[in-house]
């Protein structure tokens, strides 16, 4: 197994390539996709203010250009680029909504795998969903009253309707009509989820490039009007089984497996692993389930950090674990310290397995 970090649009810099490398990872997992771009992102995405931004509709792809030239300063500092995560709002929100511009939009997520695998990127990590992430709160939740993520679906208005304009909280359209999208039932997402895999699968495995797809966070029923796609692990298997292909496979996110109200965390790892159909994964810990639920420190929650790894050894998984997000620490760097604080506990774990 290799040990990575997980990086917003915004942090990658060459500051935060050195800190990677110096607290032991080897790998990075990166959004090119600026998710508070037009918006405070001190604002939570369940917020009175909709969304976390705003992303232009006629998003510019990006070209391999662009892509080899991150992956050389990456390189440049020892670092090995695994895969990006999520396709920008403004790349497919059609795809998702099953919009007028759908079959142009995934000529153009084609374009950005065959970019891509160019590049010479292995996975390209999606969530598909249309409430998206939604409905967190930050609160000292976590050890020594730390800043962590936390989601309580009494304190929201969980069927709150998503306006016109707007698909995973960031709005695409800011002209569009008053109204919202309306609500969008479970077999209508698969529909739509099964349109998209047919046609992008035959262009991964063309360019060398894998699918992983992450479980819904948090992984309600529905949310917001809109079904949510893999919100008990057993869904995953669905969606694996429905467009059979060696490049679709799963990011599979510990915390966000943990949170569902149904199935075991250590049973999927297991299966999913012994299919070798997990791709890379989100190692970080929570307490609770849906619809209450904090994340915590990697070595406080509920799930056995040292148990999921056995299992994931026994089964040979060689990729890559990152802390996709962690508790903040009082400090003037709250987020690295977070993130040298889970890096270190995941290092000194791997050396026991």
Partial sequence: MKLGLGLYRELVTEENFKFARQAGATHLVVHMTNYHRGKDPSLSS??????????????QLWDTEELVDMKKAMNAHGLVWEAIENFDPAFWYDVLLDGPEKKRQVEDIKQI??????AGIPF???NFSIAGVWGWTKAPAARGGAMAVCFDADKIDVDRPIP??????????????????GPVGSEEL???????????????????????AHPDDPPMPSLRQSARLVNQPHKYQRLLDLVP??????????????EMSEGDLYEALDTYSRQKKIFYGHFRNVKGKVPHYQEVFVDEGDIDMLKALKILAKNNFDGVLIPDHTPEMSCDAPWHAGMAHALGYMRGLLTLI
């Fill in 164 to 181: 016109a304009g707007m698909v995973w909280n960031m709005i695409y359209d800011t002209e569009a009509d008053q109204g919202t999208i």
């Fill in 245 to 258: 292909s060696p490049a679709n496979g799963i990011d599979f996110c510990m915390g966000s497996v943990q």
């Fill in 113 to 118: 795998i065959r970019n891509v695998g160019k």
């Fill in 46 to 59: 369940g917020s009175d203010t909709e969304g976390w931004g705003v992303t232009s509709g006629k998003g």
């Fill in 190 to 212: 698969w529909q739509r989820v099964e349109f998209f895999l047919r046609e992008i699968l035959p262009v991964a495995e063309e360019n060398g490039v894998r699918l992983a």
């Fill in 124 to 126: 390209m990590g999606y």
